[in-house]
Structure formats: C-alpha cells, structure tokens
Nanobody
C-alpha cells in the first residue's frame, strides 16, 4: 500500500522559511490531485494548497503569495515552500493525495511552529 511521508517541519522564527516534503513510498501512476492541509488543536483540518494532476495550483487566501506547492514526479515527491511565516501558520501539516481507484490517502503529519 502506498504511504506518504512528510518531512521538513520544525521551529522557525517569524519571517523565516521552511520547506516541507511529502514522499510517496513507491511510484504511483494513478495520482490525481495532491494537497497540503494543516490543523491546529480544536480546529478542523484546513486546506492550504492543492496541485492538480495537470499541474494547476490553488491556495488558501491566508497563504497566497507566501506558500508555493510543487512536485517532482521523478522523485515521487511533493513540496510546500513556506516563506514569510508568522505565528498563525503554526500547525501540524499533512500531505494528501487522491489515488485513482483508491481515494485519498494521508501522511502522518509534521509539526511547524513559528515563534514571534
């Protein structure tokens, strides 16, 4: 079964940058759309960014102009470049992918903490 593994989270000061990675455990030919979500305690999981199978991207208003989603199909890896981070970006970040015939799968999450 395909698994997604996130990395790159950590502690950063406000104004700083982090790059999250989401690697698939094996080559998957049927990936449709890919996503980054985030969640804070007591809140619903929030969609942060999406990249479609065709390469189109969408972002939450709160991160537009600061975050960039991208993928490297040769490496089976997706990225989230996060710039100009602020304390409101503190959350557990999850990657997800829609697989043809399977549905949505999720990574285990990686903590991002932005200090003021």
């Amino acid at each position: 079964q395909v698994q997604l593994v996130e990395s790159g989270g950590g502690l950063v000061q406000a104004g700083g940058s982090l790059r999250l990675s989401c690697a698939a455990s094996e080559s998957v030919g049927g990936i449709l759309d890919r996503f980054w979500y985030r969640q804070t305690p007591g809140m619903q999981r929030e969609l942060v960014a999406q990249i479609t199978g065709g390469g189109n991207t969408n972002y939450a208003d709160s991160v537009k102009g600061r975050f960039t989603i991208s993928r490297d199909n040769a490496k089976n890896t997706m990225y989230l470049q996060m710039n100009s981070l602020n304390p409101e970006d503190t959350a557990v970040y999850y990657c997800a992918a829609d697989l043809l015939g399977i549905g949505r799968i999720w990574g285990q999450g990686t903590q991002v903490t932005v200090s003021s």
